[in-house]
């Protein structure tokens, strides 16, 4: 059984960093893509940024291209997601996925494993 644990969350001011970390752990996971979405209260959930373990380029959404970095251990089976240039608009639930078929995509239900969600609140 995959596992997926969030870590990283917290409360910064704009223009600040935050750097997620999601463990994953109940499989080898060199053939998966994986990556972050999140959601904020009122709206729907969305696609932040994925790479694939077996050396694509890492894709990020327009809005947070420049200022989020993705990048992954696979000695460790962690994924981390370096978050700098923060906005308000970037406070969110932040969730770890995991896609164990297929190429990368954008769309959440491609995405068979979630963590549980870190919290990022960036205030202005």
């Known amino acids: 059984q995959v596992r997926l644990v969030e870590s990283g969350g917290g409360l910064v001011q704009a223009g600040g960093s935050l750097r997620l970390s999601c463990a994953a752990s109940?499989?080898?996971?060199?053939?998966?893509?994986m990556g972050w979405f999140r959601q904020a209260p009122g709206k729907e959930r969305e696609f932040v940024a994925v790479?694939?373990?077996?050396?694509?380029?890492?894709y990020y959404v327009d809005s947070v291209k420049g200022r989020f970095t993705i990048s992954g251990n696979n000695d460790k089976n962690t994924v981390d997601l370096q978050m700098n240039s923060l906005k308000p608009e970037d406070t969110a639930v932040y969730y770890c996925?995991?896609?164990?078929?297929?190429?990368?995509?954008?769309?959440?239900?491609?995405?068979?494993?979630w963590g549980q969600g870190t919290q990022v609140t960036v205030s202005s």
């Open positions: 109940g499989r080898t996971f060199s053939n998966y893509a």
């Open positions: 790479f694939k373990w077996s050396g694509s380029s890492p």
């Open positions: 996925v995991v896609k164990t078929t297929g190429g990368v995509t954008t769309r959440g239900a491609d995405y068979a494993y």
